[in-house]
């Protein structure tokens, strides 16, 4: 089945400590993103990459890291958490020419920073 | 750079009728892509449905339509036949060719029965 998966699907930490979601897809994707939604703002991208080794920032970056080592995954970094990270966290796999192609979002991340 | 606007915070209908959610963007680009997503309760986000920007019809899937006016930069989502399970967000999204997805803020929609 193609999917994104990640996790952990629900977290709760404390501010500081450094913590990673993990992203992986099963369909040979060229292209995954990292996204945020908070009410009122709906989605907005932190990171993507375009293929391995290759990652660039979006629109929220500050705060977050990436790393794109295997094609298939893309796990997003926060060294150091702040309560203002709290957000439910997306990542999305889709090909690279995109097109009329939808976007795969995986199920989704809770984060609670205390 | 890519702005969508969905104007309607949240919306009710009741049971089988129709619900028209709003969505307009702005872009410079002439070619680019509209999509819809719904996100239940239960948070993931659903692919609804596609229009590109040189289709000359309004796509369809379903109970799902996209009026799609080009020259006024809308794209609105019209569900027919209301049902509860279509009680979610609903997400206006586009895609310019060489950009990534951008997002609007979203529209709750409450189906009463």
């Known amino acids: 089945e193609a999917q994104v998966t990640q996790n952990p699907r629900y977290l709760i930490t404390v501010t500081g400590k450094k913590l990673t979601v993990t992203c992986s897809q099963n369909m040979n994707h060229e292209y995954m993103s990292w996204y945020r939604q908070d009410p009122g703002l709906g989605l907005r991208q932190i990171y993507y990459s375009m293929n391995v080794e290759v990652t660039d920032k979006g629109d929220v970056p500050e705060g977050y890291k990436v790393s794109r080592k295997e094609k298939r995954n893309f796990p997003l970094i926060l060294e150091s958490p702040s309560p203002n990270q709290t957000s439910l966290y997306f990542c999305a796999s889709r090909p690279l020419a995109g097109g009329q192609e939808t976007q795969y979002f995986g199920p989704g991340t809770r984060l609670l920073v205390l | ?113």
């Open chain 2, 1 to 113: 750079a890519q702005k969508i606007t969905q104007t309607q915070p949240g919306m009710f209908v009741q049971e089988k009728e129709a619900v028209t959610l709003d969505c307009t963007y702005d872009t410079s680009d002439p070619s680019y892509g509209l999509f819809w997503y719904k996100q239940p309760s239960s948070g993931e986000m659903i692919f609804l449905i596609y229009q590109g920007s040189y289709d000359q019809q309004n796509a369809t899937e379903g109970r799902y339509s996209l009026n799609f006016q080009k020259a006024r930069k809308s794209a609105n989502l019209v569900i027919s036949a209301s049902q509860l399970g279509d009680s979610a967000m609903y997400f206006c999204a586009m895609r310019e060719f060489w950009n990534d997805m951008r997002f609007g803020a979203g529209t709750r929609l409450t189906v009463k029965p």
